[in-house]
Nanobody, 124 residues
Framework: QVQLVESGGGLVQAGGSLRLSCAAS????????MGWFRQAPGKEREFVGQ????????YYADSVKGRFTISRDTAKNTVYLQMNSLKPEDTAVYYC?????????????????WGQGTQVTVSS
């Protein structure tokens, strides 16, 4: 049974930082891409970024490029989302997800497994 468990959310002031974690279990993820998505109240879930489990290459949405960094620890089966220079518009529930590794996997429907989400609130 695949499980993705996010942690690390919370309340932070604008300009601050948070690091989210996603602990993955239940299968081998070496052929998967791990994505981060977010969903603000009243808005659709949107892609934030992703990391290929094999090789570690990353891709980011323009809205977070240069501020957010995704990394993974293969020994711990954990993916991280380091968020710096946070803005009020980054406020959302952040989700970790897994999809089979293939080019251009950035849509919600392409991801097979999801975590329960963790709330990030950035105050102005």
């Amino acid at each position: 049974q695949v499980q993705l468990v996010e942690s690390g959310g919370g309340l932070v002031q604008a300009g601050g930082s948070l690091r989210l974690s996603c602990a993955a279990s239940g299968r081998t993820f070496s052929t998967y891409v791990m994505g981060w998505f977010r969903q603000a109240p009243g808005k659709e879930r949107e892609f934030v970024g992703q990391i290929r489990w094999s090789g570690g290459s990353t891709y980011y949405a323009d809205s977070v490029k240069g501020r957010f960094t995704i990394s993974r620890d293969t020994a711990k089966n954990t993916v991280y989302l380091q968020m710096n220079s946070l803005k009020p518009e980054d406020t959302a529930v952040y989700y970790c997800a897994a999809a089979r590794d293939r080019p251009g996997v950035r849509m919600v429907y392409e991801y097979d497994y999801w975590g329960q989400g963790t709330q990030v609130t950035v105050s102005s």
